[in-house]
Structure formats: structure tokens, C-alpha cells
């Protein structure tokens, strides 16, 4: 006997959802959607507590890593700083010295205007004046001119206080250079405070070598001026013997011929023309000290200045040369007997009036080079230090220590990583 199918059931439960679902849909609420979301929010709390527990560290299971690997992680650090100690001590000590000094600025004073003013007084006063700044002076301290002086002074070649002990082979003049550079450091601050620092294996050296920078620079620094001083001497020197035996002749021939007065107008014409001879004189000087002082000095700016003042000379003497020749021209038209006691009397007079003027640029001079060498005060000289400036033994130690122990630790675990 074939059953039917109880379809009251299905129906019941068809029925059953449709009432739930209306009755979802009448309150508003999509039950689906629901279920996602709860779904969704329970995946992101498992991932969380997930994350949570991989990011927790067991201090336990550290510490039997470690305590596993004690060799590496304990031993190794305290054998890599005995070898440190014992390295350390075996590094000569260094002594550093330093000398400092205050480059003042240069303005161009009362000295410097009163000496532009006067004959030649403007290179005697201009010249040389950048050459005391700061940026100059260390220029010239960190030059290979500096270097030199100093190997020949203290024979840098053989000295192991500079290139240890034993020497090396096969030394060149370029390695001699470079470890003087090594061995010397100059710095400035913003104030302008210039330091000198020399660091050897010896207190006393390394004090000497900065002092003898010290003397280096103030030879330097007074260079020009005193070479100018030199120059306007030596001039002085020539134009005083000249004086002396011009003198002595016009005297012998006032005394010979009984000629002891001109007239007014040969007069009038010595006058004049002594002034355009010393003119002449005065460039010509002026322009030997310019084509000295262009062969000696390494400032750009004061060779271009040099160079225009002398083109401007040889124009100024060119003129003067004219002037006298029309002058001579003149003087030829007297009579013989005056013509010669004419000569003689310019001659004199030229004479004095060169040596008036160089005895007055002689003093400038001076002055001009005691100014010139008042640019730096030494702030403080070297001595010998009384304490080494390297090695640094007990950081050296502290570093290789925990640097051994820091390096342990990783490789400790990156062997235990590799057996797991």
C-alpha cells in the first residue's frame, strides 16, 4: 500500500520561516547581514588573540638559550677584552700641545691713512694688509711651505718620534709631508681664535713644534713689511755715499773756480729741476720695490693692486723724463764756467733731497712693520702636556667588551634558530 508523503511538516516549516522572516522584515532587521557581521567580528578577535600570543616572549626560554650557549655568550666577551687590555697597552702614548692665538681685524687706522698720505707711503702702509688675516695666516700654517720648514728644522726624516720605530723604507718627501699634516692640526673658531695643535709620542716635541709654528708665523706675518724696510736701507744706504762725494766735489770746485752764486733765473731752473730728479727718483724706487715685492708675495688681490701702481709709475716717469730733458735744455744756454757749477749744485741738491725723503720712508717703514706684526697676539703657548692625549685604553676595553657580548648574544640564538 503506497504512503503519501506528509507534506503538513514541510509546509509547517515553510510556514514557519515565512513567519520569522516577516516578522524579521517587520521589525527591520536583516538577519543575514547579522550574521556576517558577528561572523566577521569573531575572525578579527581570534587573529588578535592569535597576534597577541606570537608577540609574547618567554624570558625563561631565553634565559636556558643562553645559559645553554654560555660559552659564546659569557666567555667571549671576557677573552675579546683581554685581548684589548693587551693591545691597548701595547699602543704608545700620544701628547697633544696646542697654541692658540687671536688674529685681530685689520681696519686701516690712523697709521695706515698717514702713510697712503705721504711719498711711497701707500705701498709701505697697503701693502701686505689681507696677509694678516685670519683666512691667510692658516693658509700659509696649512701650506706645504710651513711642512718643509718644519722637517728640515727638526729633521722629520729621521725621527721616530714622528714615523715610529723602525723607520720606514723607501721613504719618499711626499710621506714626510703627509706625516707632518698627520701630526698637526690648525683650527679657528667663530671668534677668530686660530689653534695650533701638534699631537706625537713625545710632550716636549710635540710643545716645540707648535711654538716653532708660532715663530714661522710671525716671520710670515712680517714678511713684506720687513722685506720693504730692507729695501728702502739698502736705498738709503747708496743715496748717503752719493750725498757724501757730491758734497765733497761741489765744494772742490767752489773752491777752485771762487764760483760760489748763480743768478736768479739758473737759480729758478736748479729749483725746478731738482724737484722733477727727485720725482724721477721716487718712481724709480717705487717701481724696484713693486717688481721685488711682485716676485716675493702669493696674495692675488696685492699682485693685481702692484701691477696697476706700476703700469701707473712707468706713465708718471715717462712724463718726469720729458719734463727734465726741457728743463736741461734750458740750463745748456748759460755759460760754460756756470753751466758746470749748475751741475754740480742740482747734483747736490738732489742728492739731499732723496736722502731727506728715504730717511723719512726708512721711519715709516719701521713703524709700518711693527704694525704689521701687531696683527695676532699669542693667546697661549705651547707646553709640554702632562697627561697622554691617546690611547683612550679603558674605552677601547669597554667597547670590545660589549661589543663581544652583544655580538654572543646574536649568535647564540642564530645557532639555536639553525638546530631548531
Known amino acids: 500500500m503506497t504512503q503519501r508523503p506528509d507534506n503538513s511538516s514541510t509546509n509547517s516549516s515553510t510556514s514557519t520561516n515565512d513567519t520569522g522572516n516577516g516578522l524579521g522584515n517587520a521589525n527591520g532587521i536583516d538577519t543575514d547581514s547579522l550574521k556576517k557581521e558577528i561572523k566577521q567580528e569573531l575572525l578579527k578577535r581570534e587573529i588578535m588573540m592569535g597576534l597577541d600570543n606570537s608577540d609574547e616572549i618567554d624570558l625563561f626560554e631565553l634565559g636556558k638559550v643562553m645559559l645553554r650557549r654560555w660559552r659564546i655568550v659569557f666567555v667571549m666577551p671576557i677573552i ?177 773756480n771762487k764760483l760760489f752764486a748763480i743768478d736768479e733765473q739758473a737759480k729758478g731752473l736748479i729749483e725746478k729741476s731738482v724737484k722733477l730728479e727727485a720725482s724721477k727718483f721716487e718712481s724709480q724706487i717705487s717701481l724696484k720695490m713693486q717688481e721685488s715685492l711682485l716676485k716675493s708675495s702669493g696674495n692675488v688681490p696685492e699682485l693685481v693692486k702692484l701691477e ?57 717703514a719701521k713703524i709700518s712693520e711693527a704694525e704689521e706684526g701687531s696683527n695676532f697676539e699669542v693667546i697661549d703657548h705651547a707646553r709640554p702636556a702632562e697627561r697622554k692625549s691617546k690611547p683612550k685604553r679603558s674605552l677601547i676595553v669597554i667597547l670590545s667588551g660589549l661589543t663581544a657580548g652583544m655580538l654572543g648574544v646574536f649568535l647564540a640564538f642564530f645557532l639555536e634558530f639553525l638546530e631548531k
Not at 697633544?96 to 688674529?103: G, L, M, T
Not at 709620542?201 to 720687513?226: C, I, M, Q, R, W
Open 80 to 256: 675579546v677584552g683581554l685581548l684589548a687590555v693587551v693591545f691597548s697597552l701595547m699602543m704608545p702614548n700620544y701628547y697633544k700641545s696646542e697654541a692658540c692665538i687671536f688674529v685681530h681685524s685689520k681696519g686701516g687706522g690712523a697709521m695706515s691713512s698717514l702713510l697712503s698720505s705721504l711719498p711711497l707711503g701707500g705701498m709701505l702702509g697697503g701693502l701686505g694688509g689681507s696677509g694678516g688675516s685670519a683666512e691667510y695666516l692658516m693658509a700659509y700654517l696649512k701650506s706645504r711651505t710651513s711642512s718643509d720648514q718644519i722637517i728640515t728644522r727638526f729633521g722629520i726624516a729621521t725621527s721616530p718620534l714622528v714615523l715610529g720605530d723602525p723607520l720606514p723604507v723607501d721613504l719618499k718627501y711626499d710621506d714626510l709631508v703627509k706625516a707632518v699634516g698627520n701630526m698637526v692640526t690648525v683650527s679657528k673658531d667663530k671668534d677668530g681664535l686660530i689653534t695650533v695643535a701638534v699631537e706625537t709620542k713625545s710632550a716636549t716635541f710635540s710643545a716645540e713644534v707648535a711654538e716653532t709654528y708660532l715663530a714661522f708665523l710671525e716671520n710670515f706675518s712680517k714678511g713684506p713689511a720687513k722685506e720693504k724696510r730692507v729695501f728702502v736701507q739698502v736705498q738709503l744706504d747708496k743715496v748717503k755715499t752719493e750725498l757724501e762725494t757730491a758734497e765733497i766735489t761741489f765744494k772742490t770746485f767752489q773752491d777752485k
Open 308 to 364: 696697476a701702481q706700476k703700469v701707473s709709475e712707468e706713465a708718471r716717469q715717462a712724463g718726469l723724463e720729458k719734463a727734465i730733458s726741457e728743463v736741461n735744455l734750458r740750463l745748456d744756454a748759460v755759460p760754460q764756467l756756470t753751466l758746470e757749477f749748475t751741475h754740480l749744485m742740482r747734483n747736490l741738491k738732489v742728492k739731499e733731497k732723496v736722502f731727506e725723503m728715504l730717511t723719512e720712508q726708512l721711519e715709516l
